[in-house]
């Protein structure tokens, strides 16, 4: 399997990516396609000590810097490693690309040089957050600020294939984000998606509140980009919060100090639930082929995950699965719409 990684996308790039893409090689026996400067890759690896084997350098001179225009990764940065990447990607070079870049200009990337799945109104990003009972998808968690119900829909379908394919979830639960579990509630957007999920072929279990969602209560969160990233960063600052606030605990005095240790393995697995750099990336769904959307503060652990992530999408072949549901969310459209022949 061949991953295509952006060499230049994130906080700490090159060094840390090219750290991540040895691991991946390694532990995961991928072979790395990296987009970028040549002569700067092969500097930063042999200034870190990093073996170059079974990586594949591209040359890419320019770089997409993060607070640009995302649409003028087409046009003035065509030259760059994120736009080098999704051109690998689309012309099938690549199994998936992984960048830790600007998300608004891998929206567009996916969207314009690998194209949607035909049908797919929307690229959605789908982030796996961890829950008291495992995890859930927050579907989208960023790329669309602006929704219509159709599109929420076809967010809950991708959602389920993904939680099924990559965590055997058999029957993902798909709940609608909204203030209230009645049908009334919320928006017009929130209403008319409530009625058109419960219509669907999905295991939809209505509206869910926000409360009940880092509970278990649901296994694929839908929503807008704009509620979802609002979630998605109260979730990282509470996580942080947590860990904070157990940490001051534990060093008050020599007693809470003895405590600690004995209990250092649980706070080590807690720790690590709510790290980032464990789950590595989340998923740009709806493009014809897998892109990971990684953490712009990504170091060398967290792009190894990146690219566990991308492998595991392959593995689960998530873009046939989204076509197939797909094709069955448009069948049972057509059957429920009324027949508009004359007599």
Do not use: W
């Amino acid at each position: 399997m061949k991953i295509i990684v952006d060499a230049f996308g994130g906080d700490h790039a090159p060094v840390e990516i090219i750290k991540g893409c040895r691991q991946a090689i390694d532990e995961l026996g991928v072979e790395i396609i990296l987009t970028g400067d040549e002569e700067k890759i092969k500097a930063a690896a042999q200034e870190n000590q990093v073996d170059l084997k079974g990586m594949e350098i591209v040359h890419a001179p320019g770089v997409m810097p993060v607070e640009e225009e995302p649409t003028k990764l087409l046009k003035q940065y065509s030259d760059s490693s994120m736009c080098k990447g999704f051109q690998l990607l689309a012309d099938g070079s690549g199994d998936a690309f992984v960048s830790a870049g600007s998300t608004g200009a891998l929206v567009v990337g996916a969207s314009l040089i690998v194209k949607r799945i035909k049908g797919i109104k929307r690229a959605m990003i789908g982030t796996v957050i961890p829950s008291q009972t495992g995890c859930y998808m927050l579907a989208d968690s960023g790329a669309n600020s602006e929704c219509r119900p159709e599109m929420l829909r076809q967010f809950a379908m991708m959602g389920s294939i993904y939680m099924n394919r990559v965590y055997g979830v058999e029957k993902p639960r798909v709940g609608l984000v909204n203030i209230g579990t009645e049908d009334s509630k919320g928006t017009d957007l929130q209403v008319e998606t409530n009625r058109l999920l419960r219509d669907s072929h999905l295991n939809y279990i209505g509206n869910i509140e926000p409360r009940e969602i880092p509970l278990g209560g649901c296994d694929v969160a839908v929503c807008d980009g704009f509620t979802g990233n609002v979630l998605l960063k109260m979730v990282e600052g509470m996580g942080k919060m947590f860990q904070n606030e157990l940490k001051g605990i534990f060093l008050t005095n020599f007693a809470t100090k003895l405590g600690a240790v004995l209990v250092s393995g649980q706070l080590k697995e807690f720790k690590k639930k709510f790290d980032y750099k464990e789950h590595g990336g989340a998923m740009l769904m709806g493009a014809r082929k897998p892109v990971i959307k990684a953490h712009g503060s990504s170091d060398a652990k967290a792009i190894k995950n990146a690219i566990r992530q991308a492998k595991r999408c392959c593995d689960g072949n998530i873009i046939k699965g989204i076509e197939e549901g797909l094709a069955v969310m448009e069948a049972a459209q057509s059957e429920a719409a009324p027949d508009s022949r004359q007599d």
